[in-house]
């Protein structure tokens, strides 16, 4: 899972926990979702492209050793900030400074 910081929330619109709470749940449900990729990946053994769970692609390369993603709706990439978090036996989180689109 790519987790998203505060700074990511805020600037996709999302300045406060108030205004997560007034989004439209689908709209929320969807944006998560945008940030589950198909398996389990430690930040040095990402492919050059990975599938979400939603569907899409993303695009990885790498720049200073650590993994980057863009997709068709986020021309410009997603830096990974804090990497390999192992939550459990099936989920590495992978915190970033960004929120993907579809």
Known sequence: ??????NAFRNAGYDSVGAIDSASYSAVVQLLANQFIK?????SRFP???QRVQGSDL???YSGGMPHFT???????????????VAGPDL??????GLLSP
């Open 48 to 50: 050059a492209s990975v």
């Open 39 to 43: 398996g389990t990946y430690f930040s």
């Open 71 to 85: 997709t068709a709706g986020n021309p410009n990439p997603v830096n990974l900030l804090s990497v390999d978090l």
């Open 59 to 61: 695009i990885v390369s």
């Open 1 to 6: 899972m790519l987790a998203p910081n505060n």
């Open 92 to 97: 590495i989180l992978h915190y970033s400074d």
